[in-house]
Nanobody, 122 residues
Framework: VQLVEFGGGLVQAGGSLRLSCAASGGYFSLNSMSWYRQGQGKQREFVASITYGGGSTNYADSVKGRFTISRDNAKNTMYLQMNSLKPEDTAVYYC????????????????WGQGTQVTVSS
């Protein structure tokens, strides 16, 4: 299973970016998916998550009202729409997926993307 993030870049404060995370490879199903981020010198932190059907989402307090997570299961892709960006949102953003590799798996396995850099200038 491979997860690849797209869409990072440099943006001014107040601007917007949309990140994508595309899953590929052989697996039975993608369960919940999430975004995490890690600023320089900081620990990786949770940003947002979404269930398989998209019916339930969860956000870190720091991004509520500004970021929106979504997914398109037909495309095996998850998105993060980031609006009203702040300099403190600068970080490497990582995609996480809980994957059932086969129908016989008793629990999902964690997979991570390689990360995409988001830099917000003041």
């Amino acid at each position: 299973v491979q997860l690849v993030e797209f869409g990072g870049g440099l943006v001014q404060a107040g601007g917007s970016l949309r990140l994508s995370c595309a899953a590929s490879g052989g697996y039975f199903s993608l369960n919940s998916m999430s975004w995490y981020r890690q600023g320089q010198g900081k620990q990786r932190e949770f940003v947002a998550s979404i269930t398989y059907g998209g019916g339930s989402t969860n956000y870190a307090d720091s991004v509520k009202g500004r970021f929106t997570i979504s997914r398109d299961n037909a495309k095996n892709t998850m998105y993060l729409q980031m609006n009203s960006l702040k300099p403190e949102d600068t970080a490497v953003y990582y995609c996480n997926a809980k994957v059932m590799r086969a129908w016989t798996d008793v629990r999902p396995f964690d997979y991570w993307g390689q990360g995409t850099q988001v830099t917000v200038s003041s």
